[in-house]
């Protein structure tokens, strides 16, 4: 064989290996990832030739395939689509969310654990359906949040989560503004491109769950961390005389700040619950600087910061606690200002690990999985993420949020025969921007029910008229009611 003859064999030797690892890397090594790629057009195709499961909120699907009359077997809808979907995201040629994503393997059918439904069906000639997801979400609280936020003003950015302290089942999760899935689940690809690329690019950013994906500056609902990592230190308690007055200058600096509204708190000297009652900047601006960024940063986290926590839904964003701030940022990270940051999930969380005697469980939105002929295939177990406080800590904390809707500014959440615990939060955004307004509260406060935390990023309220309580205190309230009154 000549020299040319010999180079162009082995040149092609080299393409037919090469080939070869490369279909052995796709079909062994990446074939499960690719096989979940949401992009995966072959694979979405399949899915829309098979009934897929429904999600479920009680007995109602707010997600369910009904029989198409196009080139395709099964059309997606949603039937309270913009109530519902930050949870169940879309299924579409295009790509997926929400919870139509991150259970897409039950929802499709594709699950193991449906590995003998699949083949029956095979046997018996039996077209195959998806799994069936359930939620934990209360209905009625989902509406309340739904219509409390919306109730603002068509403009309205924000979201609302609930809780159930003592399972981390998540009872609401609504974000606004929202958007509808069923023009993302249709079987115009051309209109669905359309859609998703106007929703994508909407400076309102539509398809972002608020409730899990967006930090901001909590403000004083931070509050509760600062006096949890106050009472575990030993040195404190809900009486213990604090600094208040009118204003506090930052440890090394000139720089002043005062409180909401310019007071004094009620005097130089009050009490701990007292400071909590009228959210006083300079208490708990002191208290911060005084505990240290250790402390603080170590408190913060056995409540969740700088972590994440819910397994079951895409998208969660870690809320912040920076642990190398310096003393004048440490300082200003006691009234939940600074760098820190947190979602509406996570100062749930806060409210409902002090309502469940100090122990934050780990949230969740899917309740059972059950196979297409409704046997139950899993169930979430109620699992502990953290002890954030001891019981005499969280009770302290308790009988002060209660005094703050009693006698506080938390009293827009008061519910008549009810002894309610709140805390209300306005944080400080840029000059060129309105506070945000937070809100968090449980119910009742002897035998906790419901937790909640309310945060309105953006309205049409007069920047005069922002307020934590004002805005988010109503909208709490309907929530709390609605799961204590179904």
């Known amino acids: 064989m000549n020299k040319p003859i010999r180079t162009i ?15 052995t890397y796709l079909m062994y090594v990446r074939s499960g990832e690719l096989t979940e790629d949401p992009q995966n057009r072959r694979v979405i195709t399949a899915a ?43 299924f579409s040629y295009y790509s997926q969310s929400g919870i139509e994503r991150s259970q897409n393997d ?31 979400i209360d209905p009625d609280a989902q509406t309340a949040a739904y219509e409390g936020l919306r109730a603002l003003g068509e403009d309205v950015q924000g979201a609302v989560v609930a809780i159930e302290p003592a399972t981390g089942k998540v009872l609401a999760m609504v974000s606004n503004p929202t958007y509808d899935p069923n023009t993302l689940a249709t079987h115009d690809f051309g209109a669905v491109t359309e859609t998703f690329q106007q929703l994508e690019q909407d400076p309102a950013e539509p398809l972002i769950n608020r409730s899990i994906g967006t930090t901001l500056p909590p403000g004083s609902t931070f509050k509760l961390v ?28 000139t720089t002043e700040v005062g409180n909401q509204g310019g007071g004094d708190c009620g005097g130089n000297r009050i009490t701990l619950t ?3 009652q009228v959210s006083c900047n300079v208490t708990f601006l002191s208290l911060a600087d005084e505990l240290g960024i250790e402390a603080m940063t170590e408190q913060a986290e056995k409540f969740g910061f700088n972590a994440t926590s819910l397994e079951d839904l895409d998208g969660q964003a870690r809320s912040l606690y920076p642990p190398d701030m310096d003393p004048p940022q440490t300082a200003l990270s006691g009234i939940g200002q600074s760098s820190v940051t947190a979602t509406p999930l996570q ?8 309502a469940n005697d100090g122990v934050v469980m ?14 139950l295939l899993d169930k979430t177990e109620e699992s502990e993420l953290s002890q954030a406080v001891s019981v005499s800590t969280a009770d302290d904390l308790t009988e002060m949020m209660v005094a703050t809707v009693d006698e506080g500014t938390a009293f827009a959440a008061a519910i008549p025969g009810v002894r309610v615990a709140g805390k209300t939060g306005t944080a400080e955004s840029t000059d060129s921007r309105p506070p945000y307004a937070w809100f968090t509260s449980f119910a009742p406060a002897d035998d906790p ?25 109503p909208i709490a309230k309907a929530v709390m009611e609605a799961v204590l009154n179904p």
Do not use: H, W
Not at 347 to 354: E, F, N, Q
């Open 274 to 276: 007292q400071a909590l």
């Open 106 to 136: 039950v929802l499709s059918g594709e699950d193991s654990r449906l590995f003998v439904t699949r083949l029956v069906d095979m046997l018996s000639n039996t077209d195959p359906k998806g799994g069936n997801v359930q939620l934990t």
């Open 48 to 90: 829309f030739s098979r009934e897929r499961g429904a999600i479920l909120v009680g007995k109602d699907p707010v997600a369910r395939s009904v029989p198409s009359d196009d080139a395709y077997d099964f059309q997606r809808v949603y039937p309270q689509p913009f109530k519902y979907a930050p949870l169940t995201g879309f």
């Open 449 to 473: 029910k419901v937790a909640v935390a309310v945060l309105v990023q953006s309205s049409n309220t007069a920047p005069g008229d922002i307020a934590g309580g004002r805005l988010g205190g």
């Open 362 to 375: 780990r949230p969740y939105v899917v309740d059972e999985v059950r196979a297409p002929n409704l046997s």
């Open 347 to 354: 100062m749930a969380l806060v409210s409902a690990g002090i």
């Open 226 to 253: 600062t006096a949890a990592a106050a009472i575990e230190s030993g040195d404190y308690d809900a009486e213990s005389i604090v600094p208040g007055g009118t204003s506090y200058q930052l440890p090394q600096s």
């Open 9 to 23: 064999s082995l040149f092609c030797l080299v393409l037919f290996l090469a080939l070869m690892l490369n279909a």
